[in-house]
């Protein structure tokens, strides 16, 4: 399985900026995948990422919230923009395994909007 | 659209004690069906899979069957142990046939806590 790490951890922000959470991966991948996983809640797709190619949003989000760079196969960042309390939520990036839809996830970066 | 139903939690349940955590799906195709698990301060992690129906999936002393005919993979362990608290969530993917990755889409998660 892939080695994946994230940056940060975790951060608490204020209300209407902006925090960027890189991706990286210890091996090369085709996809890249990013989730949410709100308080209490199951995680959610946000977008699927290929390099080369812009991201893929699931519905209920938007570029310009959730904007995603893939500059290379082995690294992503999400960015989340004018956040808000309702923002406070872990987030995870994943990579497919050798397996079909088999995928495997990042540790998380928990982020709290004051 | 996709979706993973599991059963409520927390789920108690004494050391040794048998365990059934449900979960049933509804998919337009042919998905693959998964438990992750996350225990306490760490990440999500793949438990287990099955690809096609009746694959058997196991890991760890879990099992769970892919029962194309109820559109259920019920996870299953005969005897828990206190280290199997965690939270543990179904997922599917939902893969046209030819090729590519899909994200997951998981069930609510299944909290289970395991007393000594």
């Known amino acids: 399985s892939a080695v994946i790490s994230q940056k940060p951890s975790r951060d608490i922000c204020q209300r209407g900026t902006s925090l960027t959470i890189q991706c990286q991966v210890d091996?090369?991948?085709?996809?890249m995948f990013w989730y949410r996983q709100q308080p209490g809640q199951s995680l959610t797709l946000i977008a699927t990422a290929n390099q080369g190619s812009e991201a893929t949003y699931e519905s209920g989000f938007v570029i310009d919230k959730f904007p995603i760079s893939r500059p290379n196969l082995t690294f992503s960042t999400l960015t989340v923009s004018n956040m808000s309390p309702e923002d406070s939520s872990i987030y995870l990036c994943?990579?497919?395994?050798?397996?079909?839809?088999?995928?495997?996830f990042g540790p998380g970066t928990r982020l709290t909007v004051l | 659209g996709d979706s993973v139903t599991q059963m409520e939690g927390p789920v108690t349940l004494s050391e040794e004690a048998f365990l059934t955590i449900n979960c049933t799906y509804t998919a337009t195709g042919y998905p693959s069906l998964f438990w992750y698990v996350q225990y306490p301060g760490e990440g999500l992690q793949l438990l287990l899979k099955a690809t096609k129906a009746d694959d058997k999936g196991s890991n760890k002393g879990f099992e769970a069957t892919y029962r194309k005919e109820t559109t259920s993979f019920h996870l299953e362990k005969g005897s828990v142990q206190v280290s199997d608290s965690a939270v543990y969530f179904c997922?599917?993917?939902?893969?046209?046939?030819?090729?590519?990755?899909?994200?997951?889409?998981f069930g609510k998660g299944t909290h289970l806590i395991i007393q000594p």
């Open positions: 994943s990579v497919g395994g050798r397996v079909v839809n088999e995928q495997f």
């Open positions: 091996s090369q991948v085709t996809m």
């Open positions: 997922a599917l993917s939902d893969r046209e046939s030819g090729g590519g990755a899909d994200g997951l889409t």
